[in-house]
């Protein structure tokens, strides 16, 4: 539960005759995290497989080609899980080979739709301009065949019609607005046949569009509507017709088609993998890492795959610190494991406020069992309240059973337990539904007891900052890191320092201070970490470049900020305390409201159902960010990078096993 | 009297402060004198910028040195400033004043636009474009990575859709597909822009709207001219469409003076059918080979000069500022002009030839 699960890395060599079955075998087992050979090290540079890489194109071409002949049909893409032999050359040939006769059929269908697409948006510009001419009763072979007059119809912008207007002032003309569309004016233009061109100038300059009924329509814009609706039902039919042929072609290929895409599905995701491999003449070879637990099912597998002709290798990981293979200290380090959290059910919710952060790596501690208990105590500590609480607890409820949502599982638990909390909360602050005066306070009152509850929110502070410095010492410790463990802000000397700042604020408080304790408390620790690098550096401790003189200057910057850092860390714990006298005040607010309203009938219970409703919307919404925040940066920053890779191991199943 | 007093003492005392630092005549000389035959561009771009480090450009003279100067980076820096100054100046003047110049600093985001339009109808990649783009900072609003990664001009105009270009573009798109030309979009564009900043001059109170318009009207006049030399001399657009690509404002040009002029078949001609002072701008030029060039310098050299005038006397008014913008607009246009020069290693009387402030 508190550390991730434990990984060996594996080097795989088979023969490649066996390399598609053992590939199957391992896609099914879904244990094997994939690592790319050449991270292995100098000596794997010459292993490369270009043609993985290109075969993996291949397939990515294919699918294409298989995506737009199933979107052409009509069909949905399948899921994936097929249960068929990874044969990627195989499956390649043939799958091209028969979508090279299917594609044809298709192509020629959606050709014709696509004919048919462009007809029907012709037909529908010209039904969008005869509507702009509909109010006239006029027709439209008539405004052809004017003798003297040259007429021009369009729509301008509104805003150069005064322009045009004027620009036409040399020769005579009429301009007849007929109505607006959209910010420009339908218009038409009229001038002598000899000015046309004069006409045709100025409406270009004042950026005119021209329609243009095609001659084919002639009688009034009403008669051409009544052509073009015609025209449109023909299309319609024609429309029918290609689909029927779709769906004819869909009986016919259909299902073969989906099986093929299964196929070459599945042997693409074996394609895929297989970028990561290297290969000799004869061999192929994989790296990866599989689960400690998992290591004789991925042995018996390989074995028996491929007749127990492969070799295989497990090499446990080393901490970065440790010299060795693994080692920073030598140079080149092989990528650090994955990491796979395995917590119990309760917390395992939790995993993805922790994920949200950033993945701890391999070597990090897994705080999701800390960051649980200590989400839903702030959580519950801000918003105690009993009905309140049992609101969230039950909305958590409901998500968390899919009865509410889909797919939020995760947040159901989170959201459940925060309201479990909040009705623990409730009790001890003797609070339900905004009112203090129904239920005895268990414990306190919090707007009763404002300094106490300061005192105490930032005590829990202090407490937090020290657990979050101890994690980060263990982690430290993990990493076989002596240098962040013994003299790291993060580090005993770190935790040294604060607990020192504690000490040296209770003995000041107290009158007992002297300079040498000082000195001891505080300024030996924040010596120690000023010096941290030279102090590693004399020790062996790590690699450390040559220090420049710049180095004191930014140390001693550094120091001074981690001693803020330390003291602003504890400080916003207040925010605790804040935001539960901010929930008893806005309760205090909806209860004197409704009091205030008793005399109205059905208004008073309104008052309290709408503000308790606001209080778990907006106060529950506010309460979990600030919870979130004070774990996120105040805790874990002291131990957390972060920076970890998720196990995602090589399947070639539909879906990953979750772990167990 | 007194309204004027209280709303622009102060911002005409930075402004004058900032009027003092523009390059004067002998650095505009011995800027000049970096360029010559026979030298590296590189090198004699350095060399102006080291002496730009003495002026108030000392701080990205700086940078750019330090960063290894192209022309390009020279060139966006000193835009920079120019920004800086719209910016600076329309946070010293609340309301209806500040507007019309934040109104006013639109104009380098409508040249952003139209150089983006270019490049996409070049085709050229938005890592091409990115470049020429002056740098706008807190000014641009307009969200430019959308238009730079579109396909073609449509597309450009479709990300613009919910933009105030949007419209205006969306009505002349129709031409531009027929004529493959960027041209109707320009206008429409360019026309749209001006009509809103004299929309916007308009709205202002009292002597400030009399004083704002007739700046602008001098500005439009000018703009209307050089439109009209090159619709009609290098175009050969007809009057009629000409007279529609021109702005219906102005100060001393008429509707009739843009018809004749519309109407004229050179410079000569088009310069006799103007009102002074502009006959007497072009008079000059119109008869030089290179008429239609130094055309466009004489009008902007105008510009600068009514600017400088509005400086002058009574300085609590809007004139200010927008002429020390004019200015400060002139000033980069001028060093631009330098980089350029300096970049074909022409001779110092052939760059001051084709600045508008420094003659």
Redesign the interface.
């Known amino acids: 539960m508190w550390t991730p699960l434990p990984m060996l890395r594996v080097e795989l060599l088979a023969l490649d005759r066996d390399f598609g079955v053992l590939t199957e075998r391992l896609g099914r087992l879904g244990v094997l995290h994939l690592l790319p050979v050449a991270q292995l090290g100098d000596w794997a540079d010459n292993l490369d497989w270009p043609e993985a890489a290109a075969l993996a194109a291949d397939y990515d071409s294919l699918v294409r080609r298989l995506d737009g002949v199933l979107a052409g049909l009509g069909l949905p893409r399948p899921e994936q899980g097929a249960d068929v032999p990874v044969t990627p050359a195989d499956v390649l040939g043939r799958a091209s080979a028969r979508l090279a006769e299917i594609e044809p059929s298709v192509e020629r269908l959606l050709q014709r739709e696509r004919l048919l697409d462009d007809e029907q948006a012709q037909l529908d510009l010209i039904a969008a301009q005869l509507e702009l001419l509909r109010p006239l009763g006029i027709s439209l072979a008539d405004l052809g065949r004017l003798t003297f007059l040259y007429m021009a119809a369009g729509l301008v912008p509104q805003k150069n019609l005064a322009r045009l207007a004027e620009s036409l002032q040399p020769i005579p003309h009429a301009l007849v607005p007929v109505r607006a569309v959209d910010g420009r004016v339908l218009l038409f233009a009229f001038a002598r046949r000899d000015d046309a061109d004069v006409l045709e100038h100025a409406l270009r300059g004042a950026f005119v569009e021209k329609i243009a009924v095609p001659a084919t329509f002639t009688g009034t814009p009403e008669e051409a509507l009544t052509e073009v609706a015609a025209q449109r039902r023909q299309l319609a039919g024609r429309r029918a017709a290609l689909g029927a042929e779709r769906a004819a072609l869909r009986t016919h290929y259909g299902a073969e088609l989906q099986r093929l895409w299964r196929e070459v599905a599945l042997n693409r995701q074996a394609v895929v993998a297989w970028r990561q491999a290297g290969r000799t003449e004869r061999t192929r070879l994989l790296a990866g890492w599989v689960p400690r637990d998992q290591w004789p099912a991925l042995a018996r597998d390989v074995s028996d795959a491929t007749a127990g002709r492969a070799v295989l290798e497990e090499v446990a990981p080393r901490p970065p610190g440790a010299r060795g293979e693994e080692g920073a200290a030598n140079g080149q380090a092989i990528p650090p494991p994955p990491t796979a959290l395995r917590n119990p059910p309760p917390f395992r919710a939790f995993e993805s406020l922790v994920r949200t952060f950033g993945v701890p790596d391999y070597w990090a501690l897994d705080p999701t069992p800390l960051a649980a208990v200590l989400f839903v105590l702030m959580f519950g500590a801000m918003f105690g309240d009993l009905g309140q609480g049992a609101v969230l607890a039950l909305a958590g409820f409901l998500i968390a059973s899919g009865r509410l949502g889909y797919g939020q599982r995760d947040f159901g638990v989170i959201l459940g337990g925060c309201g479990l909390s909040a009705m623990v909360f409730g009790l001890l602050y003797g609070s339900v539904f905004a009112d203090e005066h129904l239920l005895p306070a268990l414990w306190l009152r919090p707007i009763e007891h404002i300094q106490f509850f300061i005192q105490l929110a930032i005590g829990f502070g202090a407490l937090a900052v020290s657990l979050g410095l101890i994690l980060g010492i263990l982690t430290a410790w993990r990493r076989r890191d002596l240098s962040a463990f013994s003299f790291g802000p993060n580090g005993l000397a770190g935790l040294w320092l604060y607990w020192g700042l504690i000490a040296l604020l209770a003995l000041a408080l107290s009158g007992s201070l002297n300079v040498p304790l000082a000195f001891l408390l505080v300024g030996v620790p924040l010596l120690l970490i000023y010096l941290h690098a030279p102090l590693s550096r004399a020790l062996g401790w790590g690699e450390h470049r040559a220090l420049e003189a710049t180095y004191y200057v930014e140390a001693g910057v550094e120091s001074f900020d981690l001693v803020i850092r330390l003291i602003s860390n504890t400080v916003s714990f207040l925010r605790i305390a804040a935001f539960a006298l901010s929930h008893a005040g806005l309760g205090i607010t909806v209860v004197t409201l409704a009091t205030m309203l008793q005399g109205v009938p059905g208004v008073s219970p309104l008052v309290l159902i709408l503000g308790n409703a606001l209080i778990v919307l907006l106060e529950g919404l506010i309460v979990g960010i600030q919870a979130l925040r004070l774990q996120y940066y105040e805790f874990f920053t002291k131990f957390l990078a972060g920076r970890g890779v998720p196990y995602q191991p090589f399947t070639l199943a539909a879906r990953r096993r979750e772990r167990g | 009297m007194s309204v004027g007093v209280l709303r622009y003492s102060r911002p005409n005392a930075e402004i004058r402060g900032l009027v003092s630092r523009l390059l004067s005549r002998p650095e505009w000389e011995a800027l000049a004198a970096f360029s010559g035959a026979g030298r590296a561009p590189g090198e004699a771009l350095a060399d102006a910028l080291r002496l730009l480090e003495r002026t108030a450009y000392a701080s990205i003279a700086t940078e750019l040195l330090r960063a290894g100067p192209t022309i390009n980076t020279a060139e966006r820096a000193v835009e920079g400033t120019l920004v800086d100054a719209f910016w600076r100046i329309s946070g010293l003047l609340p309301g209806p004043p500040g507007a019309l110049i934040e109104e006013m600093a639109r104009r380098l985001e409508l040249d952003n636009l139209k150089v983006i339009l270019r490049g996409v109808a070049r085709r050229q990649p938005a890592a091409q474009i990115r470049p020429l783009l002056t740098p706008l900072g807190r000014l641009g609003r307009l969200p430019l990575e959308e238009p730079l990664r579109a396909e073609n001009v449509p597309a450009v105009v479709e990300a613009l859709s919910g933009t105030p270009y949007g419209?205006?573009l969306r009505?002349?798109l129709?031409?531009f597909q027929r004529e493959d030309s960027l041209f109707?979009l320009e206008v429409?564009l360019d026309?749209?822009y001006y009509?809103r900043l004299w929309s916007v001059g308009a709205a202002l109170p009292g002597a400030d709207r009399e004083l704002a318009l007739r700046l602008m009207g001098v500005q439009y006049d000018l703009l209307n001219v050089e439109w009209i030399i090159r619709f009609r001399l290098i175009y050969r657009?007809?009057p009629?469409?000409?007279?529609?690509?021109t702005l219906?404002y102005g100060y001393r040009l008429r509707?009739d003076d843009v018809?004749r002029a519309a109407s004229a078949d050179d410079l000569a001609a088009l310069a006799a059918a103007l009102p002074e002072p502009y006959r007497g701008l072009l008079a000059p030029v119109a008869r030089a080979p290179d008429g239609l060039d130094r055309a466009g310098i004489v009008l902007h050299r105008h510009q600068v000069g009514v600017a400088r005038r509005a400086l002058t006397g009574y300085p609590f008014h809007i004139g200010v500022a927008i002429a020390y913008l004019w200015l400060k607009e002139a000033e980069v246009h001028d060093l631009k002009a330098l980089f350029e020069g300096l970049r074909y290693g022409q001779p110092p009387e052939q760059i001051v030839a084709a600045t508008w402030g420094v003659a």
């Open positions: 419209r205006v009505h002349a129709p031409r109707a429409a026309l749209d009509r657009l007809s009629e469409e000409i007279f529609n690509y219906p509707d018809r």
